[in-house]
């Protein structure tokens, strides 16, 4: 193998946001999880209900992220979009100035 193929296999393919909210995901837990070993819960139903609402928060962030990601995908492809109706558009002009110009030029043959 050729070293840009071990490169290649070693690259990461994790973005670094993906990372940094991961950790956030995982720093969260781990202080849901120290909050609920060292208070003192009355009932079982409390710490239950403590652990339930930790999961909610982590469900509402993930929500949050791809509600982003899908957003700015859509985003995307309105702006791929307006540039290809862009490129028709300007194709479609130089067409018709292109025929324009024969039109005339055949006029002035026939002149």
């Known amino acids: 193998m050729k070293k840009e193929d071990f490169i290649e296999l070693i690259m990461p393919v994790t973005s670094r946001q993906a990372l940094q909210q991961t950790s956030q995901v995982k720093s969260f837990v781990d202080n849901a999880l120290r909050e609920v070993a060292c208070n003192q819960f ?13 999961l909610h928060s982590i469900r509402d962030f ?36 292109n025929k324009q110009q024969k039109t005339e030029e055949s006029l002035e043959q026939d002149q």
């Open 42 to 54: 009355d009932l079982e139903s409390e710490k239950i209900r403590y652990l339930v609402d930790a």
């Open 62 to 97: 993930t929500i949050a992220l791809t509600t982003e990601n899908s957003l700015r995908v859509s985003l995307m492809q309105q702006f791929e979009s307006i540039e290809r109706e862009i490129d028709l558009g300007n194709d479609s002009a130089l067409q018709e100035e």
